[in-house]
């Protein structure tokens, strides 16, 4: 085992060095090292083509590990069928018998492994309460809404009782509130059960929402591993911090670093703070980041360190509880203020100039991406 993984060896989840390949030539996994805690709820964030679908199917054994190992529960299972190994599994598509009743399709796992009709009967119905669809049993899935087919889906796969499960954007077909009443029923059940789930998503806010750490993948790689608030809060280079929620960036040279803050040039020449998270040197150029929701036109509402920047007011969009104001900074003409609605929030009219502001530890210098 490799030093990364021998340092996680406690873990539930374990990929050691994985990697994965096709055509034998491209690899769409690269040199994966990752561990899953025992009751960890793990979600697989990215684009599509960035390798955490592959890296979900290779766990649940649907797909080979090119080389490296996967560990469930300090045992190798590359070579152990999917089918015993012993994981729920959960699919955007509810993957459920039309031909049987609701009832029958949760049976029919648990027929599978050889349980008794009373038992297998116990299982069934314990499990539709646990998602609220006991009165369903007799259905089928046609009968079902959207929403009650994955709730079944779900229930399907808690049925065994598996101490790991697997969810491969199992919420992507339901309509925008169902999915988020979704969100927090798999959370709920998935802690009140404390059962060790790895979660297939592309949807940032779902990711940020259900889970204890998030792993955001890119070309195959993981580019950040950490829970949703340091992920939001820190991201560690340019990918994250944009894929991550709504970002600013202006692209500049880093002028001084002087130990954690730094001096970055803009490329309108405007000089300003940051923090250096991504950048080593002088001369280096570097793309400042910084959230919509952390500048301010108020400078009361700052502290006397602000850095203030003028700007001009190109949109501005009242969205309820928020006003969104699109500014064109240092020839960034796509830089967002989102700022709370409030009695003394100004409403800033297109075509004037401002002055705008932020806190120096709130704007990150990370790679500027070619």
């Not at 709920?188 to 059960?193: E, I």
């Not at 500048?295 to 920047?309: F, P, Q, S, T, Y």
């Not at 240092?330 to 700022?339: D, H, P, S, Y």
């Amino acid at each position: 085992m490799n030093v990364v993984a021998a340092q996680h060896s406690d873990g539930f989840v374990v990929y050691d060095g994985v990697q994965k390949s096709y055509d034998g030539e491209t690899l769409v996994v690269k040199d994966l090292n990752l561990s899953v805690a025992r009751g960890e709820f793990l979600t697989m964030l990215g684009p599509s083509g960035s390798g955490k679908t592959t890296c979900l199917m290779m766990l649940a054994g649907f797909e080979t590990a090119t080389s490296g190992e996967i560990l469930l529960d300090g045992k190798p299972i590359n070579s152990v069928p999917p089918h015993k190994r012993g994981i729920g599994m959960v699919f955007q598509n509810y993957a459920l018998f039309p031909h049987m009743t609701v009832g029958e399709n949760l049976s029919f796992p648990l027929e599978v492994r050889g349980m008794g009709k009373s038992d297998r009967e116990k299982n069934v119905m314990r499990a539709l309460d646990m998602v609220q669809m006991g009165a369903f049993a007799n259905r089928r899935p046609a009968q079902l809404s959207g929403g009650q087919q994955q709730r079944i889906a779900l229930a399907r796969a808690l049925v065994f009782e598996p101490e790991l499960v697997l969810m491969d954007e199992p919420l992507g077909a339901l309509d925008k509130q169902l999915r988020e009443h979704m969100q927090f029923e798999i959370t709920r059940l998935a802690h009140d059960l404390g059962i060790t789930t790895v979660y297939v998503t592309h949807d940032q806010t779902e990711a940020l929402t259900m889970s204890d750490n998030v792993a955001v993948f890119e070309d195959g790689r993981i580019q950040q591993l950490a829970p949703p608030d340091v992920l939001y809060e820190e991201p560690r280079n340019s990918f994250v911090a944009q894929f991550i929620g709504e970002n600013n960036t202006i692209d500049g040279v880093v002028k001084e670093i002087r130990g954690d803050t730094c001096v970055v040039q803009l490329d309108g020449g405007v000089l300003i703070d940051a923090k250096p998270v991504n950048v080593s040197k002088v001369g280096e150029r570097t793309r400042v980041s910084i959230r919509p929701e952390r500048v301010e036109a108020n400078k009361e509402r700052l502290a006397d360190d602000a850095h203030m920047i003028k700007a001009e007011v190109l949109e501005f969009i009242y969205m309820g509880d928020v006003f969104r104001t699109r500014l064109k900074v240092a020839g960034n003409e796509n830089f967002v203020m989102k700022t709370r609605n409030a009695p003394d929030q100004v409403r800033h009219k297109p075509g004037s100039m401002i002055e705008i502001g932020w806190m120096p530890q709130d704007c990150r210098a990370l790679d500027c991406p070619q």
